[in-house]
């Protein structure tokens, strides 16, 4: 059993990895997280290294000390080779915890040097892993005094590595996207060099007045292919009685589903002729010719690089006409400029596209990997993904992990711990295209006629802890970028995911008791305090039960402390098992005593507010949840908890020397006028209980 000394030294390591977590939601520099395990662990210094496996280099990442001098300084960004540093082998390739002495007769005399260089009397390596990769270690360094880290400064340091190791690959992940964004933002100013003379509309207004000059013509208009939408969209126009509009609106979108001959001159690639004395004419060619008073037209499709660019449409309409070969040929030449320009300006939408979607990305994903709040994480990645593909939210649903199945994140809306096995919503069956993302661990595809489909697992120690499946209109081809893309956003999502659960791990370590799984001494007085000012305010009865294991020294004496143990995890149990879940409370109060904080619950179980006063005070104050009443009464809970621990059995005890406990309970607030004194008159009402003999429940002031 831990001393009261490693108690207290476990609960100062578990605030602090809180607040290292609590630390990179600030984005404060890894030197607050070195100093938070360095001030943890009670030591000099702290060190905190990157590691490159490819090239089996260290680079000192952080650094903090209680004095620091010039050289101090000029070590973080440092990089040396695993030859040069062999000590750092064992943890780097092995995973394993190093420790070295000044002292040590055994010590590697390098080893022995360098620590005498650097004033060291004793140090401690651990490994920085994530997802079960080595990306660094920590290193502890006393200067001081010798000093033998013990079995546990060595647990302490190994679970303050963890958000440690965050923080590193945080750091990794944010370098790399920013090198990739200013990479981006160099190719998107080369390309804006390039296109900066004229805007494309012009480009290809310009276009049409020199093709339909050159050939003649009273018309000329081009169209630029959209494969996303299967549809031309109508770019520019020239027409020579001076109309600026021509058929329609620039940006006027023509699906090719209703114009077939269209659909058909971009599939062959090939210069087409039309004339409306032509017999074989397209009826939906003759019908637009007539309604538009056409006479001939010249079609070329705009191809580059055998990609389909659009249509360059040349109309004659005073007269029939034929167009020679070198017309045509002149035409296809001017169709190669136009096709070379909307090329260009495809090719910078794009790239702004993907540009403001990267600055967008990398924004989201430092609110994502910062945030512990899994459910606020995973409503940003679908607003994300809604923005990315021009859909309403619900088009992008989100699955996470519950047990062996998945449920929909919509199912909980209000659940803090979205991606918790705790809740009680139940599993969905996945359709055949989930599975495989499941099975596979990659995105698949799937368009069914009525939608395309596309789910990416969010995947976190090679397991898919959440799917995410997008429904976008049927037809619609994601392309690498929305793939890429959207992989970058599972991937943020389930590292964000990691995050909100080691944060929840060190949360709830930080409150806890470690031996019964009870809440701890000091997070009890925080739960009274809030439980006094709630029965304050609705006017509700809140009795207080002090629990107390008669005998327990001697027990221990005649027994051993692991048989102890035995008996305090067993007591925790039984208090669990006779609580309502979520409503009352327990905690280890300190050694063999135990407290219990039972809301709207009187000593006898009179007069407690009733199941129809309760919806009353809900509805009122605005949907704040009251405690439902508690049949049996304080009295009736304390008797049932002495009874079941009176009856319980223990291995290696024997039965003539079953455990007891005495209970002592006070209310508020006929007994107490705030918490202070209602935890003073249980202890009261407990100590009277012992006197009168032990293995008993009294009341204060009966």
């Known amino acids: 059993m831990r001393t009261p000394a490693d108690r207290e030294r476990y609960e100062l390591a ?6 290292i977590t609590q630390a990179l939601v600030r984005g404060d520099a890894l030197t607050t997280v070195a100093e938070r395990v360095a001030t943890a662990l009670g030591v000099w210094e702290c060190d905190l290294y990157e590691y490159y496996a490819e090239s089996e280099t260290i680079v000192g990442a952080a650094f903090w000390a209680r004095e620091t001098t010039a050289d101090d300084t000029t070590w973080v960004g440092t990089r040396a080779s695993l030859d040069e540093r062999s000590n750092y082998r064992p943890t780097l ?26 004033g060291e009397r004793a140090s401690l390596t651990v490994p920085l892993r994530f997802k079960e990769e080595v990306i660094g270690c920590l290193t502890l360094v006393e200067k001081r005094a010798p000093r033998r880290f013990d079995a546990a400064d060595k647990e302490l340091a190994t679970l303050l590595a963890a958000p440690a190791a965050v923080a590193i690959h945080n750091s990794r992940l944010f370098r790399r996207q920013e090198e990739q964004n200013r990479h981006l933002e160099s190719l998107l100013e080369s390309s804006r060099a390039l296109t900066s003379a004229v805007t494309l509309e012009d480009s290809l207004s310009h276009m049409c007045r020199t093709a339909a000059g050159a050939l003649a013509t009273s018309e000329c208009l081009i169209y630029e292919y959209d494969p996303d939408r299967d549809a031309i969209v109508f770019r520019a ?13 620039v940006g006027t979108v023509y699906p090719l589903d209703e114009h077939p001959s269209d659909r058909e001159i971009l599939r062959r690639g090939e210069v087409v002729q039309e004339s409306l004395s032509d017999e074989t004419l397209p009826a939906d060619v003759r019908a637009s010719m007539e309604e538009w008073g056409e006479q001939s037209c010249l079609n070329v499709p705009l191809y580059v690089d055998e990609e389909p660019m659009g249509l360059l449409v040349l109309i004659a309409n005073d007269r029939e006409r034929v167009f020679g070969a070198g017309e045509v040929e002149l035409a296809r030449a001017l169709g190669e ?10 090719l910078y939408r794009r790239g702004d596209r993907q540009n403001r979607r990267l600055l967008a990305l990398l924004e989201t994903s430092r609110v994502l990997v910062a945030s512990l709040d899994a459910a606020a994480v995973l409503g940003e990645v679908r607003r994300e993904v809604a923005d990315l593909f021009a859909v309403p939210g619900d088009a992008v649903g989100v699955l996470l992990r519950r047990g062996d199945g998945f449920s929909p994140l919509d199912a909980h809306p209000d659940a803090a711990e979205a991606g918790s096995d705790d809740d ?46 997008v429904r976008v209109r049927a037809g619609h081809r994601f392309s690498e970028d929305e793939l890429e893309l959207l992989q970058i956003l599972a991937s943020q999502a389930a590292a964000a995911l990691a995050n909100a659960g080691l944060y929840r791990t060190l949360e ?92 709207n619950t009187p000593p006898d179980g009179a007069h407690v507010v009733g199941s129809r006063l309760v919806r009353e005070l809900t509805k009122r104050d605005g949907g704040v949840t009251v405690p439902p009443p508690h049949e049996v009464g304080a009295l009736g809970v304390g008797e049932g908890i002495r009874v079941a621990v009176a009856t319980s059995s223990l291995p290696g005890v024997a039965a003539a020397s079953h455990i007891t406990v005495s209970v002592g309970i006070a209310c508020f607030p006929g007994a107490a006028g705030g918490p202070g004194e209602l935890v003073r008159n249980s202890d009261k009402a407990l100590y009277l209980a012992k006197r009168l003999g032990k293995n008993r429940v009294e009341v204060f002031g009966d």
């Open 14 to 19: 578990c605030e602090a990895g809180a607040a």
């Open 93 to 118: 390739l092995e995973g394993a915890c190093c420790e070295a002495y000044d002292d040590d007769p055994d010590l590697d005399p390098v080893d022995r040097e360098l620590m005498s260089l650097w």
């Open 237 to 249: 126009f020239y027409g020579s009685d001076g109309d600026a509009t021509g058929p329609g609106h």
């Open 337 to 346: 400029q136009a096709a070379t320009a909307i090329r260009h300006a495809r």
């Open 424 to 469: 009680d919503t139940p599993p969905v069956n996945l359709d055949e295209l989930c599975g495989r993302a499941v099975a596979d661990l990659c995105p698949v595809c799937a368009d069914d006629g009525v939608a395309a489909r596309l789910v990416v697992p969010l995947v976190l120690d090679a397991a898919a802890e959440g799917l995410l499946d």
């Open 508 to 599: 709830r370590q930080a409150i806890t008791d470690g031996l019964t799984g009870l809440y701890n001494h000091r997070y009890f007085y925080e739960r009274l305090t809030q439980e006094v000012a709630r029965a304050q305010r609705y006017a509700l009865p809140l009795s207080l039960l002090m629990i107390d294991i008669d005998d327990f020294k001697h027990f221990n004496d005649r027994f051993g402390h692991p048989t102890g143990d035995l008996v305090l995890e067993e007591v925790g149990r039984i208090l669990t098992t006779h609580l309502r879940r979520g409503i009352d409370f327990a905690a280890r109060y300190g050694g063999e005593e135990f407290v219990v904080l039972l809301p």
